[in-house]
C-alpha cells in the first residue's frame, strides 16, 4: 500500500510533466507557425503579381511597372556557371578523397578546409570574388567573376555530398570490379560513379538552390542595379533575381510603388528554393528505395 | 583557401602600412609651430573646431587657423594666385609663413622646395587605433576615422540579440520533436523546418523590413523601426533552424537504454528529459548554439536591411546599429579600388573571417571530444 504522500508526490510529478509538456509543444508549434506565416505571407502578398507577363518582361517605369525577366535570366547565368566551375573541381576532389586516399594527412587537409570554407560568411567570398576575379584577374564586374565566386561558395556542398554518395557505394562493388582486373580508375569510372551519380545530382540540385538565394557574394562581383539590354556575353554585368529583390526593397527609385515587384522576386525565390529542396528531397527518397530494391 | 585567406589578408593588412591623411595631401604649419606629429583623431578634431587653440595639443598658446585649399580666394586675388594657377604653391608657403596658428591643408604637388611651412607628420595607422576607436568615418576629410569598435559592438550586439531569442525557442522546439512528439508528426515537422534553413537571407530581410520593423516602430513608439532589436529578431528566426536540427540530432544520440533505466526507475518523461536526455547532449546543444552565433555574425543582407546601419556605439538595441558585414556589403561599392577605405574594409573582412574560423574549430573540437567520449 502507498503511503498518501507518496500518491501526492507522484501527481505533483505528473502535474509537472504535463505544464512542461504543454509549454514545449507551444513553443514547438508557434515556432512553425511563425516560419510558415513567413512562407504564407511571400506567398499570399506575392501571387497576385505574378504573371507571365512579369515572369517574361523587362522591368518598365523605374523598376515599378513590368516585369523581372532580365534578373531570372541572370540568376540563371550565374546557376550554370557556378556549377560549370565547381562540379568538375568538386568532384575530383571528392574522389581524390574518397577513392584514392583514404587514411592520409592530406585528406584531413582537404577535410578540414572543406569544413572551414563552408562556415565563412557569403560577404567574404563577395570581398574575396572581387580582390581576386574582378580586380586581379581583370575580369570586371561580370558573369564570369560572379560564376567563379559563387563557385567557391557550393563547392563544400558539392564535396561534402558527393563523398557522402561515394562513401554509401558498397565496397562489395569495388571488390568485385578489382577482382575481375580493372584498375582504380577504371572501377571508380565505370562502377562506383554510376551507381553514385543520382546522389550526387541531389547535392547539384540543392546548390542551385544556394546559388540561386545568395546576394551578398555577387554584389560586388556581377549583379547591377539596372540595365536596359541583357547580357550579351559572360564579361557583362548581369541583374539577378536576390539582388533585384534587395534593390526594390531599399533603394528603388519608388519603394512604395515598387513593393509589388518585390512582393513577386520575393515569391519566384521563395518557390526556386523550396522546389530545389523538394525536388532533392524527393530524389534521395527514391534512390534509396531503389537501391535497397535492388 | 589558402588563396582567399592569403589574398583577404594581403589587402586587409595593407591598411597599417598606410597614415590616415588622404593620399596625396600634406598638412603643412608655421614653421615656428612646437607640434610636427598629429594622430588621425586629433586632425579631425582640429577640421571640426573641436580643437581650437594648439595648446591643447602641447604647443603654445595660440589659436588655430584652419586652411583649406578653397580658402585662398580670402587672403589672395585670381591674379595674384595667376591664371593657371602657377604662384598657387608661393601663395600657400607665404600664408604658412605669415600666420603662426595656421594648419594648411592642401595637395602634396604644392608642396615645393623651399616651403617656407613645416609638413605635419602622420604616423601609420595602428592596430590599436583601430579596434580601439570609437568613430568609423573612413570617408572623413582630411583624415579617415577607421575606429571599428562601433561595428565590433553592433555585430555582438545583434549577434547575442539574436542568439538569446533563438536559444531557448530553438531548444524548446528540439526537445518537442525528439522526444515528445509522435513519430508522424515529426516527419512533418522536421523537413519542413530543414526547409526553411534554405530560404535566401535577402527574403528574409524583406519581410523583415515589411513586417518587423513597422510593427518594433510602432511598439515601442520609436522614431524609425530599424533597430538593432530589428536585425535580432530576423537574425533569430534565421537561426533557428539551424538550431533544431543540430540539437535535436544531439538529443537522438541519447542512448535508448539510459532513457529506458530512467524511466524504469520511476521518473516521469519530462524528469528524464531534463535530468539525462538534456545533460547527454549538452554538447551537441553547444555546438548548436555557437553555429548560430556564427551564422548570425556572418549574415549580411538581413541585418543590411533590417538596422538602420548607423556606424555608432550602440547604447541599447533600440538604436539603428551597423554590423561588421553590413558595413563591408553598404560601402565596398563606393570605395575606390586599392585606397585607404578599401583596404579598411578588407580588413573587416579579415576580421570576419577569423571570427567564423574560431567559431568553426570550437564547434569541431566539441564534437570530436564527444566522439571521443562515445568511443
Redesign the interface.
Known amino acids: 500500500m502507498k503511503l498518501p504522500d507518496e500518491n501526492k508526490l507522484e501527481k505533483l510529478?505528473?502535474r509537472?510533466?504535463r505544464i512542461?509538456?504543454i509549454?514545449?509543444?507551444t513553443?514547438?508549434y508557434s515556432?512553425?507557425a511563425?516560419?510558415?506565416s513567413?512562407?504564407t505571407?511571400?506567398i499570399v502578398k506575392g501571387i497576385s503579381v505574378i504573371s507571365w507577363d512579369f515572369l517574361t518582361s523587362m522591368p518598365e517605369e523605374g523598376m515599378t511597372k513590368g516585369g523581372i525577366f532580365p534578373a531570372i535570366l541572370g540568376s540563371f547565368y550565374l546557376v550554370t556557371g557556378s556549377i560549370i566551375v565547381a562540379f568538375p573541381i568538386g568532384i575530383m576532389a571528392a574522389i581524390y578523397m574518397n577513392e584514392y586516399v583514404k587514411h592520409g594527412t592530406a585528406k584531413k587537409i582537404i577535410k578540414q578546409?572543406t569544413?572551414?570554407?563552408a562556415?565563412?560568411?557569403?560577404?567574404?567570398?563577395?570581398?574575396?570574388g572581387?580582390?581576386?576575379f574582378v580586380?586581379?584577374l581583370g575580369f570586371g564586374d561580370s558573369i564570369i567573376a560572379g560564376s567563379f565566386t559563387l563557385g567557391?561558395l557550393i563547392l563544400p556542398i558539392i564535396i561534402r555530398t558527393t563523398e557522402e554518395a561515394l562513401k554509401s557505394v558498397d565496397d562489395t562493388f569495388r571488390q568485385a570490379s578489382i577482382g575481375l582486373g580493372a584498375s582504380k580508375w577504371q572501377t571508380t569510372k565505370n562502377v562506383v560513379l554510376p551507381i553514385a551519380f543520382p546522389k550526387i545530382i541531389t547535392g547539384m540540385i540543392l546548390s542551385i538552390?544556394?546559388v540561386?538565394?545568395?546576394?551578398?557574394p555577387i554584389?560586388?562581383t556581377v549583379a547591377a542595379y539596372f540595365l536596359p539590354r541583357l547580357p550579351q556575353s559572360m564579361f557583362d554585368q548581369a541583374m539577378a533575381l536576390?539582388?533585384h529583390?534587395?534593390v526594390l526593397?531599399?533603394s528603388g527609385t519608388n519603394i512604395s510603388e515598387s513593393?509589388p515587384m518585390?512582393y513577386g522576386t520575393?515569391l519566384v525565390?521563395?518557390v526556386i528554393?523550396?522546389f530545389?529542396?523538394?525536388l532533392a528531397?524527393a530524389l534521395r527518397k527514391y534512390f534509396s528505395n531503389k537501391v535497397k530494391m535492388n | 583557401m589558402v588563396l582567399i585567406v592569403l589574398f583577404l589578408f594581403n589587402e586587409g593588412l595593407g591598411l597599417f602600412s598606410h597614415s590616415a591623411i588622404e593620399e596625396g595631401n600634406v598638412i603643412a604649419v608655421n614653421k615656428n609651430n612646437q607640434v610636427s606629429v598629429l594622430s588621425a583623431e586629433q586632425l579631425k578634431d582640429i577640421f571640426d573646431q573641436k580643437i581650437v587653440n594648439w595648446k591643447e595639443l602641447g604647443g603654445s598658446n595660440d589659436s588655430i587657423i584652419l586652411f583649406r585649399l578653397e580658402d585662398i580666394s580670402n587672403y589672395y586675388s585670381d591674379e595674384q594666385i595667376g591664371e593657371n594657377f602657377e604662384h598657387l604653391p608661393e601663395c600657400i608657403s607665404k600664408l604658412n609663413d605669415s600666420i603662426s596658428g595656421i594648419i594648411s591643408f592642401f595637395p602634396d604637388k604644392y608642396w615645393t622646395t623651399g616651403f617656407k611651412g613645416k609638413k605635419i607628420e602622420f604616423n601609420k595607422i595602428t592596430i590599436k587605433e583601430v579596434f580601439a576607436g570609437k568613430e568609423w568615418f573612413p570617408t572623413a576629410h582630411p583624415a579617415a576615422q577607421l575606429g571599428i569598435a562601433p561595428l565590433l559592438l553592433g555585430t555582438l550586439w545583434v549577434s547575442l540579440g539574436a542568439i538569446l531569442l533563438a536559444l531557448p525557442l530553438g531548444l524548446a522546439s528540439a526537445v518537442y520533436l525528439s522526444e515528445i512528439a509522435n513519430k508522424k508528426v515529426r516527419s512533418i515537422l522536421k523537413p519542413l523546418i530543414e526547409l526553411l534553413a534554405g530560404i535566401p537571407s535577402v527574403v528574409y530581410g524583406f519581410f523583415g523590413l515589411v513586417v518587423i520593423v513597422p510593427l518594433i516602430q510602432q511598439l515601442f513608439n520609436l522614431p524609425v523601426g530599424e533597430t538593432g532589436l530589428a536585425g535580432s529578431i530576423i537574425l533569430g528566426i534565421m537561426a533557428l533552424p539551424t538550431i533544431i536540427t543540430i540539437s535535436e540530432d544531439a538529443m537522438n544520440t541519447t542512448p535508448r537504454a539510459m532513457k529506458e533505466a530512467s524511466l524504469a526507475l520511476g521518473a516521469s518523461k519530462w524528469q528524464t528529459i531534463y535530468k539525462i536526455v538534456i545533460p547527454y547532449s549538452i554538447s551537441g546543444i553547444t555546438a548548436a548554439a555557437i553555429l548560430g552565433i556564427g551564422r548570425a555574425i556572418g549574415e549580411t543582407m538581413a541585418v543590411l536591411m533590417v538596422t538602420g546601419n548607423a556606424a555608432i556605439i550602440p547604447h541599447s538595441l533600440l538604436e539603428p546599429v551597423r554590423t561588421i558585414p553590413a558595413t563591408i556589403a553598404a560601402e565596398l561599392g563606393e570605395a575606390p579600388a586599392g585606397g585607404l577605405h578599401y583596404k579598411a574594409l578588407f580588413a573587416l573582412g579579415c576580421i570576419l573571417f577569423v571570427i567564423t574560423l574560431i567559431i568553426n574549430l570550437i564547434v569541431e573540437f566539441i564534437s570530436s571530444r564527444k566522439k571521443y567520449q562515445n568511443s
Not at chain 1, 562556415?119 to 574575396?128: E, H, Q, T, Y
Not at chain 1, 540561386?212 to 551578398?216: D, K, N, R, Y
Open positions: 510529478k505528473k509537472r510533466q512542461a509538456f509549454i514545449l509543444g513553443i514547438g515556432i512553425v511563425i516560419l510558415i513567413i512562407l505571407f511571400i578546409m569544413n572551414n570554407l562556415g565563412v560568411p557569403s560577404i567574404v567570398f563577395g570581398l574575396f572581387m580582390a581576386l580586380n586581379k567557391l538552390g544556394r540561386s538565394g545568395e546576394t551578398a554584389l560586388f536576390p539582388y529583390l534587395y526593397a531599399t513593393r518585390a520575393a525565390l521563395v528554393v523550396l530545389t529542396n523538394l528531397n
